[in-house]
C-alpha cells in the first residue's frame, strides 16, 4: 500500500457535478411550501430565489479569491488555519468531522430512509436502517477509488436533471394553470416575511462552499475553480427558479402554503398515483448524490487535519492507486452511523440533524469571509489568479448574511443545537492534548 499527495485528476465537469449535487438535494421538495408561506405574492416568491442565488454568487466570489490563492485539500480548514491560526483552524475541522459534515450526511440519510421506508418498511426503526446501510454502501464505494465516487456522482446528477425536467415538463404540460386568487382571499398561512424566507431559501442553498475541498485534486485549479463555482451556482438558480415557477403555475401560492410534499402533489395533479411515486425515487436519488458528494468533500478535510495533528495523524494518508484518504473516510462514516444511532432515538431525526448542524456551520462560515480580509492583509505580496469583484463591499455582505444566518439558526432551532455546540467544544480538550504532546518532543528532541 503506498500512500502519497492528492493528484489532480478531478475535471471542471466533476467538480460541477459534485457541488450542484450537494446543494440540489432534497431541499427543493421540503422548502418551497415553507417559502411560499413567508413571501406573500408570486413575484416575491421568485424573487427570493434568484436572492438567494445572488448571494451565494457573493460566496462564491470570496471562495474563489481563496481556493485559487491557496489551493488545499483542506479547504475552508486550510484558509482559517493560515488566517487565524492553529487552534481556530483545528476547532473547525474537528466541527467538520463531527458535527457539520457528518451531521448534514446523517440528515439527509434519515430523509433518505424515510422515504424508502414508504416503498418498503423494514420494522419499527426502518427510516434508520436504511440510513445506516447507504451511509456504509457509499463510504465504502468511495473508498474503492475516488474514479468510482465520481462516476456515480455523474451518474446521480443526470438522472436528477432528466428528473427535475421531467417535473418541469409535467407540471407546464401536464396541468391546468391554476386560476389566480383574488386580493383579499388568499389563503397562506403566515404573513409575509421576507427574513423567514430567506433562511429556508439559503439553506436549500447551502452546499456550495465545498468546491473549495476541492482545488488540490482539480485540473488547473486557478481557472477551474471560478469555472466550477460560477458555473454551479447559475445552474442551481436556474433550477430553482424553475422549479419554483413551475409550483406556482400548477398549484398557486395558496396551494404552495398548504402543501406538506409540493412535489408529489404536483406529481399526483398531473399523473396521478404514478406520479406521486416518481418523485418518491427522484428524492431518493437526489439524497444519494448530496451524500455521496459530501462524502467525497469531507474526507477531504480530515485528511488535512491529519496532515497537521499529530494525535490524529492516521487520517493523513493518502493512497495513490485508490486516489483516496481512506483513514478519513472510515472515520467519517463511523461518525455518521453514530449520529444516525442518536438520532434514532428522537422523535425526528432528520430535523434532529437540522438543529444540530445550522450554528456551527454559520459561525465558521463567517470565520472564512473575514480570513478574506484577514490573508488580503497578511499576504499582500502573494499571487492572486482571481481576486474578489468591489473588495471590500462584496464580502463584507456576505459576511453580514452569515451574521444573520447565525442569529436565525441559534433562535429558530432546539437543543439539537445545544448538543452541536457542546460536540464543538468537546474538541478543545483534544487541541490542549495536542499542544501538550508537540511540546513534550520538543523537548525530548532538545535534550
Same mark, same amino acid.
Given at each position: 500500500?503506498?500512500?502519497?499527495?492528492?493528484?489532480?485528476?478531478?475535471?471542471?465537469?466533476?467538480?460541477?457535478?459534485?457541488?450542484?449535487?450537494?446543494?440540489?438535494?432534497?431541499?427543493?421538495?421540503?422548502?418551497?411550501?415553507?417559502?411560499?408561506?413567508?413571501?406573500?405574492?408570486?413575484?416575491?416568491?421568485?424573487?427570493?430565489?434568484?436572492?438567494?442565488?445572488?448571494?451565494?454568487?457573493?460566496?462564491?466570489?470570496?471562495?474563489?479569491?481563496?481556493?485559487?490563492?491557496?489551493?488545499?485539500?483542506?479547504?475552508?480548514?486550510?484558509?482559517?488555519?493560515?488566517?487565524?491560526?492553529?487552534?481556530?483552524?483545528?476547532?473547525?475541522?474537528?466541527?467538520?468531522?463531527?458535527?457539520?459534515?457528518?451531521?448534514?450526511?446523517?440528515?439527509?440519510?434519515?430523509?433518505?430512509?424515510?422515504?424508502?421506508?414508504?416503498?418498503?418498511?423494514?420494522?419499527?426503526?426502518?427510516?434508520?436502517?436504511?440510513?445506516?446501510?447507504?451511509?456504509?454502501?457509499?463510504?465504502?464505494?468511495?473508498?474503492?477509488?475516488?474514479?468510482?465516487?465520481?462516476?456515480?456522482?455523474?451518474?446521480?446528477?443526470?438522472?436528477?436533471?432528466?428528473?427535475?425536467?421531467?417535473?418541469?415538463?409535467?407540471?407546464?404540460?401536464?396541468?391546468?394553470?391554476?386560476?389566480?386568487?383574488?386580493?383579499?382571499?388568499?389563503?397562506?398561512? *403566515?404573513?409575509?416575511?421576507? !427574513? @423567514?424566507? =430567506? &433562511?429556508?431559501? +439559503? $439553506?436549500?442553498?447551502? %452546499?456550495?462552499?465545498? #468546491?473549495? /475541498?476541492?482545488?488540490? *485534486?482539480?485540473?488547473?485549479? !486557478? @481557472?477551474? =475553480? &471560478?469555472?466550477? +463555482? $460560477?458555473?454551479?451556482? %447559475?445552474?442551481?438558480? #436556474?433550477? /430553482?427558479?424553475?422549479?419554483?415557477?413551475?409550483?406556482?403555475?400548477?398549484?398557486?401560492?395558496?396551494?404552495?402554503?398548504?402543501?406538506?410534499?409540493?412535489?408529489?402533489?404536483?406529481?399526483?395533479?398531473?399523473?396521478?398515483?404514478?406520479?406521486?411515486?416518481?418523485?418518491?425515487?427522484?428524492?431518493?436519488?437526489?439524497?444519494?448524490?448530496?451524500?455521496?458528494?459530501?462524502?467525497?468533500?469531507?474526507?477531504?478535510?480530515?485528511?488535512?487535519?491529519?496532515?497537521?495533528?499529530?494525535?490524529?495523524?492516521?487520517?493523513?494518508?493518502?493512497?495513490?492507486?485508490?486516489?483516496?484518504?481512506?483513514?478519513?473516510?472510515?472515520?467519517?462514516?463511523?461518525?455518521?452511523?453514530?449520529?444516525?444511532?442518536?438520532?434514532?432515538?428522537?422523535?425526528?431525526?432528520?430535523?434532529?440533524?437540522?438543529?444540530?448542524?445550522?450554528?456551527?456551520?454559520?459561525?465558521?462560515?463567517?470565520?472564512?469571509?473575514?480570513?478574506?480580509?484577514?490573508?488580503?492583509?497578511?499576504?499582500?505580496?502573494?499571487?492572486?489568479?482571481?481576486?474578489?469583484?468591489?473588495?471590500?463591499?462584496?464580502?463584507?455582505?456576505?459576511?453580514?448574511?452569515?451574521?444573520?444566518?447565525?442569529?436565525?439558526?441559534?433562535?429558530?432551532?432546539?437543543?439539537?443545537?445545544?448538543?452541536?455546540?457542546?460536540?464543538?467544544?468537546?474538541?478543545?480538550?483534544?487541541?490542549?492534548?495536542?499542544?501538550?504532546?508537540?511540546?513534550?518532543?520538543?523537548?525530548?528532541?532538545?535534550?
Amino acid at each position: 500500500m503506498s500512500y502519497a499527495e492528492p493528484q489532480r485528476t478531478l475535471t471542471v465537469t466533476d467538480g460541477i457535478a459534485i457541488i450542484v449535487g450537494i446543494v440540489v438535494g432534497v431541499g427543493i421538495f421540503k422548502t418551497p411550501s415553507l417559502v411560499a408561506s413567508s413571501a406573500g405574492s408570486e413575484g416575491m416568491l421568485l424573487l427570493v430565489w434568484l436572492l438567494g442565488g445572488a448571494i451565494s454568487l457573493l460566496g462564491a466570489l470570496c471562495y474563489a479569491e481563496l481556493a485559487t490563492s491557496y489551493p488545499h485539500a483542506g479547504g475552508d480548514y486550510h484558509y482559517l488555519t493560515r488566517a487565524f491560526g492553529d487552534a481556530p483552524g483545528f476547532l473547525f475541522a474537528w466541527a467538520r468531522m463531527t458535527v457539520i459534515q457528518t451531521g448534514s450526511i446523517a440528515m439527509v440519510a434519515f430523509l433518505l430512509g424515510d422515504y424508502a421506508s414508504e416503498i418498503y418498511r423494514l420494522g419499527e426503526f426502518s427510516s434508520s436502517y436504511y440510513a445506516a446501510g447507504i451511509i456504509v454502501l457509499l463510504t465504502a464505494l468511495n473508498v474503492i477509488g475516488i474514479r468510482q465516487g465520481t462516476l456515480t456522482q455523474r451518474v446521480l446528477f443526470c438522472a436528477i436533471l432528466l428528473g427535475l425536467m421531467f417535473v418541469a415538463v409535467a407540471g407546464y404540460g401536464l396541468t391546468p394553470p391554476h386560476p389566480d386568487v383574488p386580493a383579499g382571499q388568499s389563503s397562506l398561512h *403566515e404573513a409575509p416575511s421576507l !427574513g @423567514r424566507a =430567506m &433562511i429556508f431559501v +439559503l $439553506l436549500t442553498y447551502g %452546499g456550495w462552499n465545498e #468546491a473549495g /475541498y476541492l482545488s488540490a *485534486e482539480v485540473r488547473d485549479p !486557478g @481557472r477551474s =475553480m &471560478i469555472r466550477i +463555482l $460560477l458555473v454551479s451556482i %447559475g445552474v442551481i438558480t #436556474a433550477i /430553482y427558479l424553475v422549479i419554483n415557477a413551475v409550483f406556482v403555475n400548477s398549484l398557486g401560492m395558496a396551494g404552495m402554503s398548504s402543501s406538506q410534499a409540493i412535489a408529489a402533489d404536483l406529481m399526483d395533479k398531473a399523473l396521478g398515483a404514478g406520479g406521486a411515486r416518481f418523485i418518491s425515487g427522484l428524492v431518493i436519488l437526489t439524497a444519494l448524490s448530496t451524500m455521496n458528494a459530501a462524502i467525497i468533500t469531507g474526507a477531504r478535510t480530515n485528511f488535512a487535519l491529519g496532515r497537521n495533528f499529530s494525535p490524529l495523524r492516521f487520517m493523513g494518508r493518502w493512497e495513490r492507486l485508490r486516489g483516496t484518504p481512506v483513514n478519513a473516510l472510515l472515520l467519517q462514516g463511523a461518525v455518521a452511523l453514530l449520529l444516525v444511532a442518536i438520532g434514532t432515538g428522537s422523535r425526528n431525526g432528520f430535523a434532529m440533524m437540522v438543529e444540530y448542524t445550522a450554528p456551527v456551520f454559520w459561525f465558521f462560515l463567517l470565520l472564512v469571509g473575514i480570513s478574506v480580509f484577514v490573508l488580503r492583509r497578511r499576504d499582500a505580496h502573494r499571487e492572486r489568479p482571481f481576486r474578489v469583484p468591489l473588495y471590500p463591499l462584496t464580502p463584507l455582505v456576505f459576511c453580514a448574511v452569515c451574521i444573520y444566518m447565525l442569529h436565525s439558526s441559534l433562535v429558530y432551532t432546539g437543543r439539537g443545537s445545544l448538543l452541536g455546540v457542546a460536540v464543538l467544544l468537546t474538541g478543545i480538550p483534544l487541541l490542549l492534548l495536542g499542544k501538550t504532546g508537540c511540546k513534550n518532543r520538543s523537548k525530548e528532541k532538545k535534550s
